[in-house]
DNA sequence: TTGTACATCCGTGCCGGCACCCATGTGCGA
DNA sequence: TCGCACATGGGTGCCGGCACGGATGTACAA
């Protein structure tokens, strides 16, 4: 009878791309601290995981997916599950979504484009309850969450309402302000207003940019 | 010594993302007749690998790349080496790139969204010089393959050409038509020609599913 | 040589995006 | 109770996207 220092970390693994998950399913398993005892394709069925699975040390969640995305998961996950730690696993480099990762309840933040060793590591880190911020974006990230701490009161609140995500998405998704008026029964004019506050909240230009992040949260496909 | 009916396959792993580079080699390397024996995070890395390495079998190749797509990479691969069998890989289970893939060259069409399994068999598929089409959508792609052939002669020809190639990539990127005739010392109007007839080529209605388009194709990043 | 594809340019007109301005009702928390 | 956030609605005006119409020059292939 082997009596190891402590049994594995118990693993929820989410992707929406099945190969990934294999992929990345099997770079975990191959260290003897980490175990990945469940899979999920989108953000609802983590939650139903998590929901049956009350053992869970750590959740490993690409920010895209379809139905519900990787930011929406975590803020349920963290509100279900307070204990769970939370990676973040991201297709763009781009530090903009750090925030509102960290704001979601992730205690790390890690791109695709990584190796295996490092994927490992933030795994540890966030186990560790140490947040764990990718190599070479560290500078950049630490320096702009200095100055945002410095200058204001913490990490900027500015999640977009209910209702704004719904018109983000529709916006998103090419349709005109009448097109989405009336699907949702208000006014054209309306809908503009809550598109310009959802620009002005996102710090977005237009309807192109809008789209383009929409995507990289995964609200919607290409 | 022992003596294998065969030497496995040598295989060119290109993916932006490191991650899934890991994850899909370790899947392909698990399999005793498939070695992934070179790997490139771009087109123009994949490139340089078959220049130099002539004894590879089969290239797998992600669509959405940066630098150069999986696409263009493709065109570059069969036309450096024409016995090297191409797997197209890709984020979205849409079908409409399927004939795009064929026209660049490539034998195989794979989305992530597939097992493990799949994907074993389509490198399989491939090397046997088949045509692999992913279960689920086989039908309706054939379907619509014979619907193409039968109607018309062939595969629609649709490329665009370099220079609106150019210009799609400017307006997916938010630019305006006279930023674009400015950069490029144009006039305007012949940059809104271009793009009517980038638009019209693809079959799209406007520079928001133009930009989705340029996404999936990994011609930008969002 | 003649046609065809490509790139270049122009005018006209409609419609929608977007930036400003404004107001009203509702509910919630200080 | 008083503000504040949220959702709702309106007006005005500019500019750019996009659909039409037209044109020229060049290069290459049938």
Known sequence: MTSPVRPPARI???????????????ILDAEPDLEVVAEAGDG???????????????AV???????MTGLQ?????ARLRPGLRILMLTMYDNEEYFFEALRAGASGYVPKSVADRDLVEACRAALRDESFIYPGAET??????????????????????EREEEI???VAEGHTSKEIG???FISPK???RHRANILQKLGLRDRLELTRYAIRVGLIEP
């Open 168 to 170: 983000l998405k529709l």
């Open 73 to 77: 998961a975590a803020r349920e996950l």
């Open 182 to 184: 009336d699907l949702l």
């Open 44 to 58: 609802a069925e983590a939650v139903a995981a998590a929901r049956r699975d009350a053992g869970l040390d750590l």
């Open 61 to 67: 969640l690409d920010v895209a997916m379809p139905r």
């Open 12 to 26: 929820l693994l989410v992707d929406d791309h099945a190969l990934v998950r294999r992929g990345v399913r099997l």
């Open 140 to 161: 950049a990230l630490i320096r702009s969450y200095l100055d945002r701490a410095r200058s204001g009161a913490g990490l900027p609140e500015r999640p977009v309402t």
């Open 190 to 192: 309306t809908v503009e």
